[in-house]
């Protein structure tokens, strides 16, 4: 299917007509109705995304389907929904391990940081390697800081060029606002701006944006403050 490719690609403007065609010939095709899941949830459509995933798996489950669901319902803030959904079956790490960290963020974001940070495991002992997202647990447990975090995120990047550092924006921001410390928003933003469209922390990063009513980039200077540096602009040219 074409649309696959433009996802892949990512490019949505073209994805969001293949998969519309597609569902056109084939309305119960839960191939498509996934794609169009994920080109909604691109768009900010959360309530539509779901719709499709839930949809698509009732077609034809696949073992990955409580994990788009489940992400989901956080992008809809219905956390305990996206709790509930994220508790099923994990596979093993470290894509099981994403499970547990949009699982913990539902928890936290409903009960709190302390009650939710059972639902994280075991951190990392001392010494031990862990494969990226790893290093996020021990981040949300509180035992590396914020820059020991970028640095696996670096070092994993080099290693498998999958944009491991925008990821550790996103978390990053979560746990910013979950703390209500540092720049969450700007965070988001970061995130944003550095990851694939295609990355479920891209939505995530674009949905706290939009649920906080700030724009997905930094605004430019008002025209106010514009107005303001002109007479000074105009005075130093003037010296020189």
């Known amino acids: 299917m074409r649309a696959t490719a433009d996802v892949a690609r990512p490019d949505f403007d073209a994805a969001r007509g293949d998969v519309e065609h597609a569902l056109r010939l084939e309305p119960k095709s839960a191939a498509a109705l996934r794609l169009r899941g994920i080109v909604r949830n691109n768009a900010g459509d959360h309530a539509g995304a779901l719709a499709d995933y839930q949809a698509a798996h009732a077609l034809a489950p696949r073992p990955e389907d409580p994990f788009v669901i489940g992400s989901t319902q956080f992008l809809l803030r219905r956390f305990g929904d996206a709790a509930a959904t994220l508790a099923r079956r994990a596979p093993p790490a470290p894509d099981g391990t994403y499970w547990r960290l949009w699982r913990y963020m539902a928890l936290a974001r409903r009960d709190g940081v302390e009650r939710a940070s059972g639902s994280l495991g075991p951190g990392t002992p001392p010494g031990t390697a862990v494969p990226w997202p790893g290093p996020v647990v021990d981040f949300f447990h509180g035992t ?27 978390y990053m921001a979560e746990d910013a606002l979950l703390r209500r410390q540092g720049d969450a928003f700007g965070l988001f933003r970061q995130a944003v701006q550095e990851c694939p469209k295609n990355f479920h922390e891209y939505e995530g990063a674009a949905a706290e944006l939009r649920a906080a009513g700030m724009p997905l980039t930094a605004p430019g200077p008002t025209l106010a403050a514009a107005a303001a540096s002109a007479p000074s602009a105009a005075a130093a040219s003037g010296a020189r």
């Open 144 to 170: 590396i800081a914020a820059a020991t975090l970028l640095d696996a995120a670096s070092r994993s990047q080099a290693a498998r060029n999958l944009s491991q550092v925008c990821e550790a924006h996103f």
